[in-house]
């Protein structure tokens, strides 16, 4: 059990610590750019239509994206944290 609590805080350590945050919010902005690229380019027709069939050309779906990408990110934070909060209560 000693090995899954190092892990766990490990893996807490690297997504809740600095550099975690500012991965999380490069992934954010660079998902949202490429969104907003993609769906212009199928806006455009430069996409094959296999795949222009298949994805949205309403630039909103791109903050829809980027949104659901920011709960992941935030349900992460939430996991990892929740022990902490368990650990406090039973004090």
Known sequence: MHLIGRIFDRLEHMVEGPRG???TAVLLVTTFLI???V???NRLGWLPAFLGERLPTVH???I????????VA???GLIFGHPH???????
């Open 21 to 23: 945050r500012k991965i």
């Open 35 to 37: 969104s907003i690229a």
């Open 39 to 41: 769906i212009e380019a």
């Open 60 to 62: 909103l779906a791109a």
């Open 64 to 71: 829809s994206f980027a949104f659901n990408v920011l709960l």
């Open 74 to 76: 935030e349900v992460m």
């Open 85 to 91: 909060r368990l650990h406090f209560a039973a004090l």
